[in-house]
């Protein structure tokens, strides 16, 4: 059974640094794009970017270029989300997805999600 | 940059059938997927590649594109069935969402 069980909620303050994290199980960690998702609270959907845990490659939305790192460890099946300085608009829902491909590509397993809070 | 177009709601009679469209330039030349998303919980992949369904996603719900117009139909609504419905494309090379649809069971 495909899983991806992410790190739990974090409370933190402006300007404070985080990582969170998305461990994937069930399946050939390497071999899969894990993307990231940004869901501030009561609005949509929004695609931050994704990584390969094979080499690492990584592709970022425009919006986020700059504003957040992924990184993966595939010893241990982990990918990571970070912040350096966090904002207050930061304060959203973030989940990590496996991309699949059959024909194209869709979002086929999600995390359960870790909400981040930024709040002075 | 691409951009989807979604109503921002829907609502049908317990029962009936649902049409949640999703609009965009030359849509149909694309790949549309639809995620179904219940307050609370994360998004859950309901058709892919346009018409697909996953294993475990009941049969009433099916999807179509053509031209500017990619549509999730869902049949047989029920209350189970209210939820956030957002599409999904590719565009060079990056993940364009819709808005999302907020679909109501009356």
């Known amino acids: 059974e495909v899983r991806l069980v992410q790190s739990g909620a974090e409370v933190k303050k402006p300007g404070e640094s985080l990582k969170i994290s998305c461990k994937g199980s069930g399946y050939d960690f390497t071999n899969y794009w894990i993307g990231w998702v940004r869901q501030m609270p009561g609005k949509g959907l929004e695609w931050m970017g994704m990584i390969y845990p094979g080499d690492s490659d990584t592709t970022y939305s425009p919006s986020f270029e700059g504003q957040v790192a992924m990184s993966a460890d595939k010893s241990i099946s982990t990918a990571y989300l970070q912040w350096s300085s966090l904002r207050a608009s930061d304060t959203a829902m973030y989940y990590c997805a496996r991309r699949n491909c059959g024909g194209d590509c869709s979002w086929e397993y999600w995390g359960q999600g870790t909400l981040v809070t930024v709040s002075s | 940059s691409y951009e989807l177009t979604q109503p921002l709601s829907v609502s049908v009679s317990l029962g009936q059938t649902a049409r949640i469209t999703c609009g965009g330039n030359y849509i149909g030349g694309k790949n549309v997927h639809w995620y179904q998303q219940k307050p609370g919980q994360a998004p859950v992949l309901v058709i892919y590649t346009d018409k697909n369904r996953p294993s475990g996603i009941p049969e009433r719900f099916s999807g179509s594109s053509s031209g500017n117009t990619a549509t999730l139909t869902i049949s047989r609504a029920q209350a189970g069935d209210e939820a956030d419905y957002y599409c999904?494309?590719?565009?060079?090379?990056?993940?364009?969402f819709g808005g999302g649809t907020k679909f109501t069971v009356l």
């Open positions: 999904h494309v590719w565009d060079s090379g990056t993940v364009v």
